[in-house]
């Protein structure tokens, strides 16, 4: 079955550190792997958008990577900023042609 | 150029009733793809339309149906409502196929059922 996991649920971090959130998938024929970011009671935006023959997208202060072979895809956010605050989840293509997300982890950055 | 809209934003229905909720994707998108988003199973995919075609289907229950028109707006239709479906409902369209496409997503329709 194919699944994608992110790990923690929740993160809270000082207001301008660096950090990474993880992102795992069980099946390494991945087309594509999508961040999104939610607000509370809102749509998803998206952020970024990684193909199976790339290895990392960057948009401003954020960076994603993606490693097939070790089933992971991270995403790095510089500088935090309250305004950063909401749950990010990723989502995978594989071949079944639909998006496959993860659970989210819910980021709060601490002023 | 205009983004995902969705309507209406919020409803409130009663056991046994049927709901319908509209998708308008962004202009020249053909994909239009339908979530159900819970708190307990996140985010599940519903099915796909292209070109007024459902290319994909996730595992809901024959209740959930849906269509897409010429114009590319879509359209879902819930029957015999369940407590359980109360769910935020998102579509998200995009260019062509979602496989290699960013998928842009509405603000759903939030469904309560008592």
Redesign the interface.
């Known amino acids: 079955k194919q699944e994608v996991t992110q790990i923690p649920a929740a993160l809270s971090v000082p207001e301008g550190e660096n950090l990474v959130l993880n992102c795992s998938f069980t099946d390494s024929a991945i087309?594509?792997l999508?961040w999104?970011r939610q607000d509370p009671?809102?749509?998803?935006?998206?952020l970024l958008?990684i193909?199976s023959s790339q290895r990392e997208q960057t948009s401003g202060r954020l960076n994603a990577s993606l490693d097939k072979s070790s089933g992971r895809s991270t995403l790095y956010i510089a500088a935090s900023q309250p305004g950063d605050s909401a749950t990010y989840?990723c989502?995978a293509?594989f071949g079944?042609?639909?998006?496959?997300?993860?659970?989210?982890t819910r980021l709060t950055i601490i002023p | 150029k205009a983004g995902?809209t969705?309507t209406p934003r919020y409803l409130i229905k009663t056991r046994g009733q049927q709901v319908t909720l509209s998708c308008s994707p962004i202009s020249g998108h053909r994909s239009v793809?339908w979530?159900q988003q819970t708190p307990g199973q996140?985010?599940?995919?519903l099915f796909?339309y292209f070109s007024e075609t459902q290319?994909?289907k996730?595992n809901f229950p024959g209740r959930f149906s849906g269509r897409q028109f010429s114009n590319s707006r879509s359209e879902m239709n819930v029957s015999t409502l369940e407590l359980g479906d109360s769910a935020?409902y998102?579509c998200?369209s995009s260019l062509e196929?979602?496989?290699?496409e960013?998928?842009?997503?509405?603000?759903?329709t939030?469904l309560l059922v008592l």
């Open positions: 087309y594509n999508q999104f009671g809102k749509g998803l935006t998206s958008l193909q989840l989502a293509y079944n042609e639909k998006l496959t997300f993860g659970t989210g | 995902v969705q793809s979530y996140g985010l599940q995919f796909e290319r994909n996730g935020l998102l998200a196929t979602g496989r290699v960013t998928q842009y997503f509405g603000p759903g939030r």
